[in-house]
């Protein structure tokens, strides 16, 4: 199983990114995939996930500005993120579950500042 987490970068608030993760080594299609966030000394925290029906849950600090999509086709899952305020600096990754076991990608950082 690989993830991979791309599309970080600087953009100052209010702005927007797109979070692309794309996957392998497993039946993508079947299985939930999560998008979680982390600050330097602070525990990684949910943003948002997807499951294998295209239903999706955001925390509450995100909703109504990020939306997480999949496409079963590409192997991919997408994080569109707007109205970024500068408490959404992190390192993003993205994580799925599979037989048991949790991975994770490699992350991506996105920096909001002005």
């Known amino acids: 199983v690989q993830l991979q987490a791309s599309g970080g970068g600087l953009v100052q608030p209010g702005g927007s990114l797109r979070l692309a993760c794309t996957a392998s080594?497993?039946?993508?299609?079947?299985?939930?995939i999560g998008w979680y966030r982390q600050v330097p000394g602070r525990q990684r925290e949910m943003v948002a996930t997807?499951?294998?029906?295209?239903?999706?849950n955001y925390a509450d600090s995100v909703k109504g500005r990020f939306t997480m999509s999949r496409d079963n086709f590409q192997d991919a899952v997408f994080l569109q993120m707007s109205l970024l305020k500068l408490e959404d600096t992190a390192n993003y990754y993205c994580t799925t579950t599979h037989r048991g076991r949790t991975f994770w990608g490699q992350g991506t950082l996105v920096t909001v500042s002005s």
């Open positions: 080594g497993f039946m993508f299609g079947q299985y939930d």
């Open positions: 997807i499951d294998s029906s295209f239903n999706t």
